[in-house]
Structure formats: structure tokens, C-alpha cells
């Protein structure tokens, strides 16, 4: 079993920034490919970053690239996201995701490519 807890949401301004955290549990944490989701109120669940198990090679969604950067740190069982730049539209619950069974390379963009989610943390960007 394998437990995601994220932190690090809350209310900023337009402009602004948030830094996400998502503590893992699990003894094979280095074999995970992680990524961050976010779900808006009436939307599906979109993928925002993503970063491979093994080569560490990540991914991100158009409308956050440049302003957003995930990275791992696999000693302390972390995943983060600075969120940076912040735009109304990223208003939303943040998910953290873990794709344990997987192992391929590269990052899935579905939702269906992980099996293991935290509770969520909301971010509310306002103008």
C-alpha cells in the first residue's frame, strides 16, 4: 500500500506563487513514476506534471509550461510542485499521483495511468 499526502495549497493573488508538497509512503518509492493532477469545479481531471521513475524526464501540460516545475527528491520520499506565476485559471484541487505498477518510460497523461492518489489540496489563484 502506498499513502499520498499532499500540503502546501491555499489562496494567493494573480502573480503570485505555491509551493505543492506530496509525502509517499512505500518502501520502492524510486521505482514511481509521480505527477500532479488538478480537477476544476465541472471539469475533468487534467494532468499538470509528471516526472518518470527512472530517467527523470518529466512532462507538462501546455498551459503550465514555463511557469510550473515538478521535481523528486527519492531520499526524503517527495514530490513537489512550484507553481509559479499563478493564473486564476489554475484554480482547482491539486492530486497527487503515483503510477507503482507501470515501470514504462515516459509519463502517462490519464488518469487510469496511476494507482495510488492523495486526498487533494485545493489552490484558489484570485484576479
Known amino acids: 500500500q502506498v499513502q499520498l499526502v499532499e500540503s502546501g495549497g491555499g489562496l494567493v493573488q494573480a502573480g503570485g506563487s505555491l509551493r505543492l508538497s506530496c509525502a509517499a509512503s512505500?518502501?520502492?518509492?524510486?521505482?514511481?513514476?509521480m505527477a500532479w493532477f488538478r480537477q476544476a469545479p465541472g471539469k475533468e481531471r487534467e494532468m499538470v506534471a509528471g516526472v518518470n521513475y527512472s530517467d527523470r524526464s518529466t512532462h507538462y501540460a501546455d498551459s503550465v509550461k514555463g511557469r510550473f516545475t515538478i521535481s523528486r527528491d527519492n531520499a526524503k520520499k517527495m514530490v513537489y510542485l512550484q507553481m509559479n506565476s499563478l493564473k486564476p485559471e489554475d484554480t482547482g484541487i491539486y492530486y497527487c499521483?503515483?503510477?507503482?505498477?507501470?515501470?514504462?518510460?515516459?509519463?502517462?497523461?490519464?488518469?487510469?495511468?496511476?494507482?495510488?492518489w492523495g486526498q487533494g489540496t485545493q489552490v484558489t489563484v484570485s484576479s
Open positions: 499521483a503515483a503510477d507503482t505498477i507501470r515501470y514504462l518510460p515516459g509519463v502517462s497523461t490519464r488518469p487510469s495511468g496511476y494507482n495510488y
Open positions: 512505500g518502501r520502492t518509492f524510486t521505482t514511481y513514476t
